[in-house]
């Protein structure tokens, strides 16, 4: 069972557009929902997270959006970039210090110039 | 401040031969991670690490693999014999108890087996 479902697999924006980025979860125990970037052959990098108890937290042109009751969260990357080209991981993990992130299975970003 | 560091970055192995890849934490990071990630996927979360203690290795594999976190820092991933389904990518990420839900993730190491 899929915990943390991602969409859509892959997206593809104009330089200067919108890319947003959805991600939906069950398990209401989740209390932390962070975004990772990974480029081709490195490690996720954290981006940005988010806690339950805010509906909207940016940095810079990141953006993440949540929605409790819906029980999901998307990202939002403003002014997108070429070099934002990566994939995007949501993640979500349950209210214990150290517990294990589950990940979603990934957005490819393309952003073309 | 230096990431997380893993040891090989790449490798590759005939099937039925054993291997082990090197995380070296944060430096202060009690909790460490190793993750699986197969091509296309997020990462999958095979043990955890409190310190020196494995509280969470109930998806590790463990009729082949193993792992080692011996005095609390440095550990070591281990899988004998390596199955060709094991071709994937092992990350090591760590946290710290000063932000305790913020993992940071190394390069990985890229197992082939075939």
């Known amino acids: 069972q899929q915990q943390v479902k991602q969409s859509p697999q892959s997206l593809i924006v104009q330089k200067g557009g919108i890319s947003i980025i959805n991600c939906a979860y069950e398990n209401t125990a989740f209390d932390y929902f962070p975004w990772y970037q990974q480029f081709p052959g490195k490690g996720p990098a954290l981006l940005i997270a988010i806690r339950p108890d805010v509906s909207e937290k940016k940095e810079g042109r990141f953006t993440i959006s949540f929605n409790k009751s819906a029980k999901q969260f998307s990202l939002h990357i403003m002014d997108s970039q070429p070099g934002d080209s990566a994939t995007y991981f949501c993640a979500a993990r349950e209210d214990q210090a150290g517990t294990a992130l589950i990940f979603g299975k990934g957005t490819t970003l393309s952003v073309s110039s | 401040e230096a990431g997380v560091v893993q040891s090989p970055r790449y490798k590759i192995i005939e099937k039925k031969q054993p291997v082990a890849f090197w995380c070296n934490p944060i430096s202060g990071h009690n909790t460490l991670y190793w993750y699986l990630q197969n091509l296309g996927q997020g990462p999958e979360l095979l043990i955890r690490?409190?310190?020196?203690?494995?509280?969470?290795d109930s998806q590790l594999p463990k009729d082949r693999f193993s792992a080692e976190r011996l005095k609390g820092v440095d550990s070591t991933l281990k899988i004998q014999p390596a199955e060709l389904g094991d071709s994937a990518v092992y990350l090591c990420a760590s946290s710290g108890s000063g932000a305790p839900y913020e993992q940071y993730f190394g390069p990985g190491t890229r197992l082939t087996v075939t």
């Open positions: 690490y409190e310190n020196e203690e494995a509280v969470d």
